[in-house]
């Protein structure tokens, strides 16, 4: 059974500070990506990384691809009010699980 | 552009009747799925397929049936509803083959009293 483990599940961190999340699992995926979800509405896509070793940067949004593909890291600068949601990475072969997610609450 | 369309966006059922949840996309992706959503447990996959006639188990496919008989269409039927799918399910659409893009409908909230 393929697994996603995220963490921490829940962050609450005040405007400005810095912060990273986890993604990780037992499984190797043929490619991994970051959603976040708002209230009442279906996850967005952010990023999909492919590579091992992948780093892509989205604004102040970092992410990483362990270099044996079964993990992920996603790194926030600065972060601000409006980086407040629920974010989910998703792993994918055959089909695309997620998990569990990390609810992060930037207070101003 | 419509994108991805589930219907309805809410439903109350009593325990033993059954449903279906309606999902079409106009993206012509070969790759849908069904997720349910609970507090503090992500998104499961219920369901997916890979193509016209082509259907497979996610992670808690009991209680559920699928078909796909178009490209467009993928309907998920609760055959006898328990209190246990009270959640919210999401329909999501992607191209096959590793681009990982899912394109996920707005939701739609079942309680089964």
């Known amino acids: 059974t393929q697994l996603l483990e995220q963490s921490p599940q829940f962050l609450s961190i005040q405007e400005g500070e810095n912060l990273t999340v986890y993604c990780n699992s037992s499984?190797?995926?043929?490619?991994l990506q970051w959603y976040r979800q708002e209230p009442g509405e279906g996850p967005v896509l952010l990023v999909t990384?492919?590579?091992?070793?992948e780093v892509k940067k989205l604004k102040r949004l970092t992410f990483q691809f362990g270099d044996a593909r079964k993990d992920s890291s996603l790194h926030i600068t600065a972060a601000q009010p409006g980086d407040t949601g629920l974010y989910l990475c998703?792993?994918?072969?055959?089909?695309?699980?997620f998990g569990k997610g990390t609810r992060l609450h930037i207070l101003p | 552009n419509a994108g991805v369309t589930q219907t309805p966006k809410f439903q109350v059922l009593k325990t033993g009747q059954s449903m279906t949840l309606q999902c079409a996309q106009d993206?012509?992706?070969?790759?849908m799925s069904w997720y349910r959503q609970d507090p503090g447990m992500g998104l499961r996959l219920i369901h997916y397929?890979?193509?016209?006639?082509?259907?497979d188990q996610g992670e808690v496919p009991n209680g559920y049936n699928v078909s796909r008989s178009t490209t467009e269409d993928f309907p998920l039927r609760l055959l006898s509803a328990a209190p246990s799918q009270t959640s919210v399910y999401f329909c999501?659409?992607?191209?096959?083959?590793?681009?990982?893009?899912?394109?996920f409908g707005e939701g739609s909230r079942l309680t089964v009293l």
């Open positions: 990384v492919v590579t091992g070793g």
């Open positions: 993206m012509n992706h070969e790759y």
């Open positions: 397929s890979v193509g016209a006639g082509i259907t």
């Open positions: 999501a659409s992607g191209l096959a083959g590793g681009t990982g893009e899912l394109f």
């Open positions: 499984s190797v995926f043929s490619s």
């Open positions: 998703a792993g994918e072969d055959d089909k695309i699980i």
